[in-house]
């Protein structure tokens, strides 16, 4: 009588053997639930920051573009109805014009200042202000508005240095929050000197997310921290609730990078000595 064949994967001692095969089955199995559920993750964290980058592309641009047309349509429907019916394409064209106010409301007021660069435009601005500074109330409202506006175009030249960004401890001791130096302090406030202090400076410090919004203050040179970021990077702080900060070291690497780019073109483009 033949013996049965023997199982050489059988131990007596520990009973039938689970063979290669069957624990890389298994293996196998583990390893693709542990990958099946890694990759729903994979998929949905790109997913989310495909859609938070296209989120903070289109989304600035967007609004950007809906502020602009917004106030284009408002200048339009401010000019438009001022125009002859002749220069208004509106009237005999199937689909109005966009812009043509705005155009028009530049071209208007660049006419303006040139003709107040002579004398007639001169005299004849002269005589509308005294007008206007002779009415009860509406002298009020027209010299708070003038001086506001030629504040604004003065600050906003190349040629003024005095407005600059700084900080200042308010509204307790070591808490410092962002103001604007529009210029020395002058008049009857310098004159008072209040604290003890002559040489004040005059800033505003704007509201948060408001910036138009705010106070004015009197302060000592002496407590004004002066920064080097710009106008509008202080601006971006305070609109954006202090989210958006300036990347100071991004900006001083790329000025090392111009400036050196810039030296090794010179030296390449120097003679050689003969």
Same mark, same amino acid.
């Given at each position: 009588?033949?013996?049965?064949?023997?199982?050489?994967?059988?131990?007596?001692?520990?009973?039938?053997?689970?063979?290669?095969?069957?624990?890389?089955?298994?293996?196998?199995?583990?390893?693709?639930?542990?990958?099946?559920?890694?990759?729903?993750?994979?998929?949905?964290?790109?997913?989310?920051? !495909?859609?938070?980058?296209?989120?903070?592309?289109?989304?600035?641009?967007?609004?950007? #573009?809906?502020?602009?047309?917004?106030?284009?349509?408002?200048?339009?429907?401010?000019?438009?109805?001022?125009?002859?019916?002749?220069?208004?394409?509106?009237?005999?064209?199937?689909?109005?014009?966009?812009?043509?106010?705005?155009?028009?409301?530049?071209?208007?007021?660049?006419?303006?200042?040139?003709?107040?660069?002579?004398?007639?435009?001169?005299?004849?601005?002269?005589?509308?202000?005294?007008?206007?500074?002779?009415?009860?109330?509406?002298?009020?409202?027209?010299?708070?508005?003038?001086?506001?506006?030629?504040?604004?175009?003065?600050?906003?030249?190349?040629?003024?240095?005095?407005?600059?960004?700084?900080?200042?401890?308010?509204?307790?001791?070591?808490?410092?929050?962002?103001?604007?130096?529009?210029?020395?302090?002058?008049?009857?406030?310098?004159?008072?000197?209040?604290?003890?202090?002559?040489?004040?400076?005059?800033?505003?410090?704007?509201?948060?997310?408001?910036?138009?919004?705010?106070?004015?203050?009197?302060?000592?040179?002496?407590?004004?921290?002066?920064?080097?970021?710009?106008?509008?990077? !202080?601006?971006?702080?305070?609109?954006?609730?202090?989210?958006?900060?300036?990347?100071?070291?991004?900006?001083? #690497?790329?000025?090392?990078?111009?400036?050196?780019?810039?030296?090794?073109?010179?030296?390449?483009?120097?003679?050689?000595?003969?």
């Amino acid at each position: 009588m033949v013996p049965p064949p023997v199982d050489p994967e059988f131990d007596p001692r520990r009973g039938p053997n689970v063979g290669p095969s069957n624990a890389q089955l298994t293996a196998g199995l583990k390893r693709l639930a542990s990958d099946s559920g890694k990759t729903g993750w994979r998929l949905g964290s790109r997913f989310r920051n !495909a859609f938070l980058t296209g989120l903070v592309i289109v989304g600035p641009v967007t609004i950007t #573009l809906w502020i602009m047309w917004g106030v284009i349509h408002w200048i339009d429907a401010w000019i438009k109805p001022l125009l002859p019916i002749t220069f208004n394409p509106d009237t005999y064209l199937p689909f109005p014009v966009p812009g043509l106010g705005l155009v028009i409301a530049v071209l208007g007021l660049t006419l303006i200042g040139a003709l107040a660069a002579n004398l007639l435009g001169r005299t004849l601005v002269s005589s509308g202000e005294l007008m206007m500074s002779r009415t009860p109330i509406v002298r009020n409202v027209y010299g708070a508005l003038k001086q506001i506006f030629e504040s604004v175009i003065s600050t906003t030249g190349s040629n003024q240095s005095f407005q600059k960004v700084g900080m200042i401890e308010f509204p307790s001791k070591e808490i410092w929050s962002l103001v604007f130096v529009t210029g020395e302090t002058t008049g009857e406030i310098k004159d008072v000197k209040p604290g003890g202090e002559g040489d004040l400076l005059t800033v505003f410090m704007p509201t948060g997310i408001v910036p138009p919004t705010g106070f004015i203050c009197f302060v000592p040179r002496s407590n004004v921290v002066f920064l080097n970021m710009t106008v509008e990077e !202080a601006a971006k702080i305070i609109l954006s609730g202090g989210i958006v900060m300036p990347d100071t070291e991004q900006e001083k #690497l790329k000025r090392l990078a111009e400036a050196a780019q810039k030296k090794s073109r010179l030296r390449l483009g120097d003679k050689p000595p003969a």
